[in-house]
């Protein structure tokens, strides 16, 4: 990347600072220019042509979906402040992402990796787990972000992902525990690099996200109630937490199993 696009870059990564985006976007979306750039295109030559030939390269609709995101609110930025003179992702075809599977880690999987893992490791980790963080929410708690409201204990997420502040409860039996590792040294990269390497020994497949996608599958199963798991994962839609929640074969023959029988009248 050329010096003027590290100025433009780094000028766009102070604008989404500024208008309150998390760590985690930020460092999305400005990675997603750098990995343009690096491909050898001009984010401020770029035709829609060139930018849909870029996206194509990437086989799952996902990732696409994701580039395209993180594009469209670049070249918004880039006409406000004059960079360019139209928006060429205005001419990129939505990208229909086929529904996902939940993918939770397993219970046998999350107590080996609490066995595994130390220190400000296993607090991360359990904070993912048993209050439902995503990985840049937990690498930036500090310890006075944990308080009680009257009789429980709640945790502020000063950095949730789409801005803003949050709060979660947490397990009264998982404070002391955990508070007291808060802030912790290690970056963000360095913990999710720990957490998926002790992942991998024990579950090939399974990534940190998965302990978010545990708790939504076990608060499922507790609770019985989605939209109670839509507000512990603070998702503004349903379709969302859905994504996160496994029901398995069992779980829904033993609901049409216990269903009421009721004859018809003869």
Not at 31 to 39: E, G
Request: some cysteine; charged content about 20%; proline content about 6%.
């Amino acid at each position: 990347m050329n010096t003027n696009m590290q100025t433009i870059t780094d000028s766009y990564a102070a604008y989404l600072y500024v208008s309150g985006a998390s760590p985690a976007t930020i460092r999305h979306r400005t990675q997603t220019i750098k990995r343009l750039c690096a491909a050898g295109l001009n984010p401020l030559e770029c035709s829609a042509s060139d930018l849909i030939r870029w996206l194509a390269r990437f086989p799952s609709p996902a990732t696409r979906h994701s580039y395209r995101s993180a594009l469209r609110t670049f070249y918004t930025w880039a006409v406000m402040f004059a960079q360019v003179d139209k928006d060429p992702t205005v001419m990129i075809p939505k990208v229909k992402v086929p529904r996902t599977m939940p993918r939770p880690v397993s219970d046998r999987t999350l107590a080996r990796l609490l066995d595994l893992a130390t220190g400000e490791t296993r607090a991360v980790v359990s904070l993912m787990a048993y209050c439902g963080l995503r990985g840049a929410e937990a690498c930036n708690v500090s310890a006075r972000d944990f308080y009680r409201s009257g009789d429980v204990w709640r945790l502020r997420v000063t950095k949730p992902k789409g801005g803003g502040t949050q709060t979660v409860p947490v397990p009264s039996w998982l404070v002391e525990r955990t508070r007291v590792h808060f802030p912790i040294v290690a970056s963000y990269e360095t913990m999710i690099h720990r957490i998926s390497y002790l992942l991998a020994s024990i579950e090939p497949g399974a990534t940190p996200h998965s302990l978010r996608h545990w708790y939504a599958t076990t608060a499922l199963n507790q609770s019985g109630n989605v939209r109670i798991v839509q507000e512990l994962l603070r998702h503004k839609s349903l379709s969302s937490t859905q994504i996160y929640t496994q029901v398995t074969n069992s779980d829904a023959s033993a609901v049409a199993e216990g269903l009421p029988h009721i004859d018809g009248l003869t």
